[in-house]
């Protein structure tokens, strides 16, 4: 099974929507897309990546199916050191990169600045959820492994969100998510694919040969959207 880990196109917050460029973006990368193959389309429920979607739903013919858990976080709220609250995935990395020992995929939960029980809540949440959709889609979780209960060739597209994305993007690499959230950013409507790579002893992991791909942006001649992204020498 390969998957497409599509976050939503330029974000208008305040209408819960996405912007005139985003728009554009939206359709570069349906352009994109339909000249892919794909099976099957999920979304988040929310309206920037509803919008989003809508135009590879459109241009592929595929009726979407909406994923309440693959909506934005909601509660992950921590302050920088300099007093600023903002949401987990947008605090100062440099920050998190001061703190020592590095975290593990076990327990960077436990350790500064994300030893907030509320995080490990909510992240057994994704990672369940996570677990059960690919249980579904055959493929049964066993520690950091799959057991391959049907093979699955379908390629699957789903519009979500920069926090979310990474997040669930962590648990299927088995990586820290404190050090992917300030390591790694993804543009609106990049695409990032991870395949299920089946292995003849029965068992599969998930890998990934692409993050935050955004051909269909310099393809169509558009700006690349910062949103997310808060370097000061990035034009």
């Known amino acids: 099974m390969k998957v497409y880990l599509i976050r939503h196109a330029e974000p208008d917050y305040p209408n819960n929507t996405i912007t005139s460029p985003g728009h554009l973006e939206a359709g570069a990368l349906a352009e994109r897309l339909a000249g892919t193959k794909i099976d099957r389309i999920y979304s988040s429920p929310l309206g920037r990546a509803l919008h989003t979607m809508q135009y590879t739903s459109d241009a592929t013919g595929i009726q979407p199916t909406i994923l309440p858990w693959l909506a934005e976080l909601d509660g992950w709220q921590i302050t920088n050191p300099s007093g600023e609250a903002t949401v987990a995935w947008n605090c100062d990395h440099t920050w998190v990169r001061e703190h020592r020992p590095y975290p593990t995929r076990d327990n960077w939960h436990e350790l ?34 799959y057991r ?20 669930w993007l962590s648990h299927l690499l088995e990586l820290p998510l404190s050090l992917v959230w300030s390591s790694f950013w993804i543009a609106p409507s990049s695409v990032t694919t991870i395949v299920m790579e089946e292995r ?5 992991a998930p890998r990934c040969y692409g993050i935050g791909d955004i051909g269909h942006i310099y393809k169509a001649g558009l700006p690349t959207s910062t949103a997310g992204l808060f370097a000061n020498n990035i034009d």
């Open 112 to 145: 500064a600045p994300f030893n907030k029980p509320e995080f490990r809540d909510h992240f057994q949440i994704i990672k369940d959820n996570s677990d059960q959709f690919f249980e579904r889609n055959g493929y049964r979780r066993e520690g950091g492994r």
């Open 200 to 204: 003849d002893h029965g068992f599969a």
């Open 148 to 167: 391959i209960m049907e093979s699955n060739r379908d390629t699957i597209a789903i519009f979500c969100h920069l926090g979310f994305g990474l997040a």
